[in-house]
């Protein structure tokens, strides 16, 4: 599994073919995962452990990617804890009762040993996917601080986060309180499913690039540094990601990964500008091209591996993620046309 060459990518070892895989690749483009599904609501499924294990290997064994991402939710450790949160469908994560107030701080569950028992699925689920992929990685994640607690504070998807990002401001301490209890959450969430079998982690902060450099420096990047610290003692790359965060490259490494995912915005040779010499970097295909021709996606896919040739390792992936109505064919014929290209963008393989 060490050798798998994702892992050496990630870890700043190139290796003879790209390496991809696509963030929401499990999921509603998927026939096979519409038809599991079918009955069961979203957090459900995610403790159903034959569910969630069946659910991450369908992309692998359809699309052939070179990693599964564990199928779960950045509010599954939220539900396990006690908190009252759903998935409303085409909106997202919803919670019965936001997060605003120091009491709603204070009467957070304590994260003691009935949220440990109430991982169980997850370990479960990871075990049944690790022995189902073989020799397939399968990567972890958790949601982290910011993210997932933007969501706790708006009490569902929000579009500036103003609500969180002004608590932040008039009551840091409130404010440092929930972060570092979301920070414990997501941070167990990782070890967990490292613990259970998993090779490598990603670190979510989809949201994060609401914030300036120095509003992530003053009141962000301790709580990522500390879920990730959960899992720095063991043997896996921890990949960080957020969504238009350009400006974040460099804190969001410093809080501990050991990899950065990039989205669309930023081209990879721009950020291996940014980034410290050896930064192994995944990203970033324009999600924009699964809508366009297959000439025009064979070149973005061209033009990444040719962006991200100075790096010491890179591994392919979608910009954000996969779309829902995306045509799963489509992304089939993205892995084999990448399968078939070497490093710098060269032909290995004629197609
Ligand atoms: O393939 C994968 O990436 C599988 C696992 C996965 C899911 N959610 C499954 C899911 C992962 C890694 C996530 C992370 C997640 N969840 C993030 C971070 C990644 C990102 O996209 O930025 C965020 C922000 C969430 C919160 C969330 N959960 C949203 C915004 C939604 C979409 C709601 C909708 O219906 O439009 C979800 C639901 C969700 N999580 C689905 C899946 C497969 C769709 C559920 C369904 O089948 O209806």
């Known amino acids: 599994m060490a050798d798998a060459s994702l892992l050496q990518e990630l870890r700043g070892v190139r290796t003879a073919t790209a390496s991809v895989w696509f963030m929401r690749q499990a999921g509603r483009s998927l026939p096979e995962y519409r038809a599991l599904r079918e009955g069961t609501t979203m957090l459900d499924s995610c403790v159903r452990p034959e569910m969630a294990a069946e659910i ?13 991402i564990f199928f779960s939710d950045i509010v599954v450790p939220a539900r396990q804890a006690g908190l009252g949160v759903e998935i409303k ?9 936001p997060i605003r107030t120091e009491a709603d701080v204070d009467a957070l569950p304590a994260l003691g040993d009935d949220y440990e028992a109430a991982l169980d699925p997850i370990r479960e689920a990871v075990r049944l996917t690790v022995a189902e992929l073989g020799t397939t990685p399968l990567i972890g994640f958790a949601g982290a601080p910011f993210t997932v ?3 706790m504070v708006e009490g569902g998807p929000s579009r500036d986060h103003l609500r969180t990002r002004a608590l932040m401001r008039s009551q840091p301490e409130v404010w440092a309180r929930l972060a570092a209890w979301v ?10 499913q490292v613990l259970a079998g998993a090779s490598a982690v990603q670190l979510f902060d989809s949201w994060v690039g609401a914030l300036s450099a120095e509003q992530y420096l003053a009141h962000v990047q301790q709580h990522s540094a500390a879920a990730l610290a959960h899992v720095s003692d063991l043997p896996v790359p921890r990949l960080h990601f957020g969504v238009g965060a350009s400006h974040l490259l460099v804190p969001m490494l410093e809080a501990g990964a050991t990899a950065m995912g990039v989205d669309h915005r930023l081209r990879l040779d721009r950020a291996l500008e940014m980034l410290p010499a050896g930064t192994p970097i995944q ?3 324009d999600p924009a091209v699964l809508f366009t021709s297959e000439k025009a996606r064979f070149a973005e ?14 591994v392919v992936n979608l910009g954000h993620g996969v779309p829902p109505d995306t045509d799963p064919q489509i992304l089939t014929d993205l892995v084999s046309y990448l399968h078939d290209q070497d490093r710098s963008g060269q032909e290995v393989r004629p197609a």
């Open 183 to 192: 920070s414990e959450l997501s941070g167990r969430f990782l070890r967990a």
């Open 56 to 68: 991450t290997v369908q992309p692998v064994r359809r699309h052939r990617v070179d990693a599964g």
């Open 301 to 314: 896919a061209r033009s990444v591996l040719e962006a991200g040739a100075a790096a010491s390792g890179h």
């Open 89 to 97: 469908p085409g909106v997202g994560p919803v919670f019965d009762h």
């Open 149 to 151: 607690a933007s969501y």
């Open 283 to 285: 990203g970033n295909i």
